[in-house]
């Protein structure tokens, strides 16, 4: 009997270990040779990774294990304990933000009836949903708060039964073995977490427990849900196991199992080899894109001001520094600056570069970016488009002029309704300076004369030597400048020409200026060398008397310079009209007396009368002696001012400005729109 009873209990026993041991399970260590059965956008990664979802947005993905395990011995029988446990990892796309999640799920079929209804998880849909008909459980672990759900926050783990709606839910976490403190786990950290689950059919009792995964199974003595449940309406007998997930509609999130491992009624699962399992991708995108997430609106925002404000800044520079260039134009190509340049080298033509303003514009100082060479650039606004192709021409022409006592035009540059005419920099200023106004410096005799032999080699170049005959047309001390070494350059040739032509013929102007004004000039309008003349005798007089031509200033008598020289000649004491800072300086009493008698000479009112530069270089030098005034039968009369009592209504001021045009002129007009070239020789 005894022995029997020991029979009966070894039989029991044995039953129970074939039972226990008996008992369906498998385990994966990682997914690599696993025949599972995949639906929707679940796939494997080559390393052996079971993925539940790709990059797909707002799908599902589903993976079961592909046969039938029975949860009862008989369709009517208990159901009998089972246990399971498996590593997951999800990974969001960007950091901290993920909706949906996965779930363990334990069904009768291998094709849930779930559609991609957001919110839940790829198990249920709204019409399957709550009814114990379709015999679902589920272990969900969500990542959203979905709204319309009870959701307990967006990180919790959930028991449901047939239902979306968590039997049991709690927020994701893990009560520490040591001090029993709870501890946080975010289930979207991108971190793999082991799940163990297990079902104690005789108590009834489910328990979930999760931890972060360690190098070791070590699953925590106190499990995060502990509840009462008995599972019979719901497990069949014949049912399968797998994951379902589902991924949001913005962002995509990864959901990955590493392992799992799975028993039904053999006691627990068996334990992961943790060191087997696939490596999840490596991290550290994700972090980029969370920057990318947060920062690329911002940054979008930020290029596309700053694309504005570069299209702007570029177009103002463009505007700023355009330039008129036409066809015509390219074969000056060296004679032409960049408006650029000239911009910067006179620092934004600041004031403090003005050299100066005169009629036709203003002079500023410079240094050209490349070269580092001193220039002067005279600025001239100029509206005129007529006629500037010639006038260019001639600006071009005379920057081929080369002579000691003329300044350099280097070159030009045009714009909108400007001109900008680039000179050589002359340190001393102008002649005017010296002679007369507030900063006067005094200049000897020898300096006096050097300067007028100077400027008068430089005419008769312009006259004679040049290819073409120039006619200066401004001649005065104004015009004359200075270089570093006190010799004469005559300066701003030309340029009245511009203010004669392309300008309506009915309006035609004389240039030059009151005091220098041949009286043909005046009644003509027309300029010659022998205007230049008149305009030399002024000069030679303005020099040595240190004075301007017209002085309303001065005693009416004396108001004009030539009819004051010319009375102290008649009366024979020439000397006297000489300038009296002259007076203490050791002078050349023939030179002054001949240079205020060559003054009269070519001051005289007959054209014919005045000698051509090439005398006036002769006389100069002393090849030549002067003829008698009184033999070329000069007189007040013919050498008097001949602008009548008007000159005090014109302006007295030095600078070279278009006087008012009469219709007397205007029948000269297109004698004064030629050339001031006058064809060649
Ligand atoms: C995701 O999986 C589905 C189904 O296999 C496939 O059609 C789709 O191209 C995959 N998407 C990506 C991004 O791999
Ligand atoms: C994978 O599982 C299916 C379904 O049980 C089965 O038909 C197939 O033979 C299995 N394949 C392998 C390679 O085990
Ligand atoms: C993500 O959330 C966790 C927990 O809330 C936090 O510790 C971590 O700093 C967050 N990461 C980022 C990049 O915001
Ligand atoms: C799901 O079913 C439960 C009943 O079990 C119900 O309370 C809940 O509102 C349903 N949820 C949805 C989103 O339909
Ligand atoms: C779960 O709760 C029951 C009773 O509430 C308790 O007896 C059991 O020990 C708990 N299980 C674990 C694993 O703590």
């Known amino acids: 009997?005894?022995?029997?009873?020991?029979?009966?209990?070894?039989?029991?026993?044995?039953?129970?270990?074939?039972?226990?041991?008996?008992?369906?399970?498998?385990?994966?260590?990682?997914?690599?040779?696993?025949?599972?059965?995949?639906?929707?956008?679940?796939?494997?990664?080559?390393?052996?990774?079971?993925?539940?979802?790709?990059?797909?947005?707002?799908?599902?993905?589903?993976?079961?294990?592909?046969?039938?395990?029975?949860?009862?011995?008989?369709?009517?029988?208990?159901?009998?304990?089972?246990?399971?446990?498996?590593?997951?990892?999800?990974?969001?796309?960007?950091?901290?933000?993920?909706?949906?999640?996965?779930?363990?799920?334990?069904?009768?079929?291998?094709?849930?009836?779930?559609?991609?209804?957001?919110?839940?998880?790829?198990?249920?849909?709204?019409?399957?949903?709550?009814?114990?008909?379709?015999?679902?459980?589920?272990?969900?672990?969500?990542?959203?708060?979905?709204?319309?759900?009870?959701d307990l926050n967006d990180n919790h783990v959930g028991v449901d039964i047939c239902s979306i709606n968590s039997f049991q839910q709690k927020s994701a976490g893990y009560y520490d073995d040591e001090d029993g403190k709870f501890i946080d786990l975010t289930l979207i950290g991108g971190e793999p977490i082991q799940a163990w689950m297990d079902y104690d059919g005789a108590r009834k009792q489910i328990t979930v427990t999760i931890a972060p995964l360690k190098s070791a199974t070590k699953k925590p003595r106190i499990p995060l849900l502990n509840f009462t449940y008995d599972l019979s309406p719901v497990l069949k007998q014949s049912m399968y196991v797998g994951f379902s997930s589902s991924t949001a509609p913005?962002?995509?999130?990864?959901?990955?199992?590493?392992?799992?491992?799975?028993?039904?009624?053999?006691?627990?699962?068996?334990?992961?080899?943790?060191?087997?399992?696939?490596?999840?991708?490596?991290?550290?995108?994700?972090?980029?894109?969370?920057?990318?997430?947060?920062?690329?609106?911002?940054i979008c925002l930020l290029s596309i001001v700053l694309v504005i404000a570069g299209v702007i800044y570029h177009i103002r520079r463009k505007r700023k520094f355009a330039e008129v260039l036409e066809d015509w134009e390219v074969a000056y190509g060296p004679h032409r600056f960049k408006y650029k340049d000239l911009y910067i080298a006179t620092k934004g033509f600041r004031d403090t570069e003005l050299l100066g303003a005169g009629g036709f514009g203003s002079v500023y100082r410079g240094v050209l970016p490349t070269t580092r060479r001193q220039i002067a650039v005279k600025r001239i606004s100029h509206e005129s488009r007529q006629g500037m192709r010639e006038f260019v021409a001639e600006i071009v022409s005379i920057g081929r002029m080369s002579h000691r006592n003329l300044v350099s035009l280097l070159g030009y540059c045009r714009r909108k309704g400007e001109l900008l005419l680039v000179y050589e920099y002359m340190p001393n200023g102008s002649l005017d300076r010296f002679l007369y106004g507030t900063k006067k410096s005094f200049l000897n005799w020898d300096q006096r004369f050097r300067i007028i032999k100077g400027v008068a080699s430089g005419l008769f170049y312009l006259h004679e030597e040049w290819e073409q005959v120039v006619v200066h047309r401004d001649i005065k001390a104004s015009n004359v400048?200075?270089?570093?070494?006190?010799?004469?350059?005559?300066?701003?040739?030309?340029?009245?020409?511009?203010?004669?032509?392309?300008?309506?013929?009915?309006?035609?102007?004389?240039?030059?200026?009151?005091?220098?004004?041949?009286?043909?000039?005046?009644r003509t309008g027309r300029a010659t060398t022998v205007t230049d003349v008149y305009a030399f005798g002024a000069f030679l007089l303005e020099v040595v008397c240190g004075r301007r031509p017209i002085d309303p200033q001065a005693n009416k008598e004396d108001i004009?310079?030539?009819?004051?020289?010319?009375?102290?000649?008649?009366?024979?004491?020439?000397?006297?009209?000489?300038?009296?800072?002259?007076?203490?300086?050791?002078?050349?009493?023939?030179?002054?007396?001949?240079?205020?008698?060559?003054?009269?000479?070519?001051?005289?009112?007959?054209?014919?009368?005045?000698?051509?530069?090439?005398?006036?270089?002769?006389?100069?030098?002393?090849?030549?002696?002067?003829?008698?005034?009184s033999t070329l039968g000069v007189s007040v009369g013919a050498i008097g001012f001949p602008y009548g009592k008007s000159f005090q209504d014109v302006s007295t001021s030095n600078h070279s400005y278009p006087s008012s045009s009469g219709d007397l002129y205007s029948q000269f007009s297109h004698v004064t729109g030629g050339s001031f070239l006058s064809g060649g020789r």
């Open 1 to 150: 009997m005894a022995f029997l009873n020991l029979l009966v209990l070894v039989l029991q026993l044995l039953a129970a270990f074939v039972l226990q041991v008996g008992g369906a399970g498998f385990t994966y260590n990682g997914f690599r040779s696993a025949n599972l059965s995949l639906d929707g956008i679940a796939g494997f990664t080559s390393n052996g990774l079971l993925m539940l979802t790709n990059q797909t947005k707002q799908d599902t993905g589903h993976a079961f294990y592909p046969d039938p395990i029975d949860f009862r011995n008989s369709p009517d029988g208990e159901v009998l304990s089972f246990s399971t446990t498996f590593v997951f990892a999800i990974r969001p796309d960007v950091t901290n933000f993920s909706a949906e999640g996965l779930a363990f799920v334990i069904s009768p079929t291998k094709v849930l009836p779930g559609g991609r209804s957001l919110g839940f998880l790829g198990i249920f849909d709204p019409k399957t949903n709550g009814s114990l008909t379709n015999h679902i459980f589920a272990l969900e672990f969500d990542t959203f708060q979905t709204p319309i759900f009870p």
């Open 250 to 298: 913005i962002f995509f999130t990864n959901h990955y199992v590493l392992g799992w491992s799975f028993k039904v009624d053999g006691g627990m699962a068996e334990d992961l080899d943790i060191s087997q399992l696939p490596k999840l991708p490596r991290l550290g995108i994700k972090k980029v894109s969370y920057f990318l997430i947060a920062g690329l609106p911002l």
């Open 481 to 522: 400048l200075l270089d570093g070494d006190l010799n004469a350059r005559l300066g701003d040739f030309g340029l009245a020409k511009l203010y004669d032509r392309g300008t309506d013929p009915q309006t035609t102007h004389v240039v030059g200026t009151v005091g220098y004004l041949a009286p043909e000039h005046y």
């Open 560 to 629: 004009i310079l030539v009819d004051l020289v010319y009375s102290y000649w008649n009366d024979g004491r020439i000397l006297e009209a000489v300038d009296k800072d002259l007076a203490n300086d050791v002078i050349n009493k023939d030179e002054v007396e001949m240079v205020l008698k060559l003054g009269l000479l070519c001051s005289n009112s007959d054209p014919m009368a005045r000698p051509t530069m090439q005398k006036v270089m002769l006389y100069l030098d002393g090849s030549m002696p002067l003829p008698e005034l």
